[in-house]
C-alpha cells in the first residue's frame, strides 16, 4: 500500500488530497491513451496521489469502467485514497434533477461504489444556470444527493469563469473545479479561487500545462492552438528556465502546487510512467529568487476571454 503524499483536507468536503489529483480523462480512451486500461487504472488507484478525478462521460463511459474493474480487482479503495467523479448531460440532452441522479446511478454502478466522496456538476451547457437552478434543476439533483449521504460533496467543474463563478455564488457547493486559468500563462481564475476561498470551499486547479504547451508536447494551449505572440512569451520563458536549469513542466506544476487558494492540482494522466514522472516533477525543487524574474517577464499573452 502506498500512502498518499502530503495528504490535507479539501477545506470542509471531508475528503484528504494530495497536493496532485490524476485526472483520468484519457483512460479508456485509444485515441489520447495508448496505454492498456486496466493496467493504467491500477497504477492511478495504486499511486502515492489520493485522488484520482474521473467523470461520467470519459471516454464515453470507459474511464469509469476501467477504474470499476481495477477496484474490483483489488478489493476496492485502499485508506486514504480516493475515487471522484461528475455528474453529466444524458444522450438526449436532459440536464435536470432526474438526470443527475440518473448519472450518479451510472457513475456507481460502472465504479462498483455506492457512496462518492465527492461529485461535481460537470459542464452544464445544455441548460441555462436559470433551468440548472430552479426547482426540479440540476442543482436540486446534486443537493439530495449530498443530503440524502449518497455524496459527501457537490462542486462545480465548468471551464466558463463566468458561469462557474454564478454557481459558487449559490452557495450550493463545497468544492470548485477550473481549469487552464490559473497557469504560468492565464491567471483569470484569480478571482473565482479567491472567492472560493472566502467561502470556505475547495479548489482544484486543472491542467496546469495547458495540455501540453507548458509541458514541452506540443503548440496548443487550452484546446486552441497557441497565437505567436504567446508562443514568442513561452520561448522567453523557456530561456528563463535553462538559465536556471530548471524543467519548464516543473515550473508549471510548482506555479499551481504553490498557490495559497489551491488545494489539489489536476494532472491528466495518459501513461503508467506519466505517474513517475509527476513525483519527480513534484520534488523538483523550484528556488523562491525564480518567481520574481518570472514576474519580469511581463503579463503574458492569453487566448481565454471568459
Not at 440536464?95 to 456507481?108: A, Q
Not at 467543474?157 to 492565464?186: I, P
Amino acid at each position: 500500500m502506498t500512502a498518499p503524499i502530503d495528504p490535507r483536507p479539501l477545506a470542509r468536503t471531508g475528503l484528504e488530497v494530495s497536493p496532485i489529483t490524476l485526472g483520468a480523462s484519457s483512460l479508456g480512451n485509444p485515441e489520447r491513451s495508448p496505454a492498456d486500461p486496466l493496467e493504467l487504472a491500477e497504477a492511478m488507484l495504486a499511486s502515492p496521489f489520493a485522488v484520482v478525478d474521473t467523470s461520467n462521460n470519459y471516454a464515453d463511459g470507459a474511464s469509469e469502467s476501467a477504474l470499476g474493474a481495477a477496484l474490483r480487482a483489488r478489493g476496492g479503495v485502499t485508506a486514504g485514497h480516493a475515487v471522484v467523479t461528475k455528474a453529466d448531460v444524458g444522450a438526449d440532452g436532459r440536464f435536470d434533477r432526474d438526470r443527475v441522479w440518473r448519472s450518479f446511478e451510472e457513475s456507481t454502478a460502472k465504479l462498483g461504489l455506492e457512496r462518492l466522496p465527492l461529485l461535481h456538476l460537470h459542464d452544464p451547457w445544455a441548460v441555462t444556470f436559470e433551468e440548472a437552478t430552479a426547482p426540479g434543476g440540476a442543482v436540486q439533483g446534486m443537493i439530495e444527493l449530498r443530503e440524502q449521504g449518497l455524496v459527501g460533496a457537490i462542486g462545480i467543474a465548468v471551464g466558463e469563469l463566468s458561469l462557474e463563478t454564478a454557481y459558487v455564488r449559490t452557495g450550493a457547493f463545497d468544492a470548485v473545479l477550473t481549469h487552464n486559468r490559473c497557469t504560468l500563462v492565464d491567471r483569470s481564475a484569480e478571482a473565482l479561487i479567491a472567492e472560493a476561498g472566502e467561502r470556505g470551499m475547495g479548489v482544484f486547479n486543472a491542467a496546469p500545462f495547458g495540455g501540453g504547451l507548458l509541458a514541452g508536447t506540443g503548440t496548443s494551449y487550452a484546446y486552441r492552438e497557441a497565437p505567436a505572440e504567446l508562443l514568442a512569451w513561452v520561448s522567453r520563458l523557456r530561456e528563463l528556465c535553462a538559465e536556471w536549469a530548471l524543467p519548464l513542466a516543473a515550473v508549471a506544476l510548482h506555479f499551481s502546487l504553490r498557490h495559497p487558494g489551491v488545494h489539489s492540482t489536476v494532472v491528466g494522466v495518459g501513461r503508467v510512467e506519466r505517474i513517475d514522472e509527476l513525483v519527480a516533477l513534484y520534488r523538483t525543487a523550484v528556488p523562491e529568487d525564480f518567481w520574481p524574474e518570472l514576474a519580469a517577464l511581463g503579463t503574458p499573452p492569453s487566448t481565454i476571454d471568459d
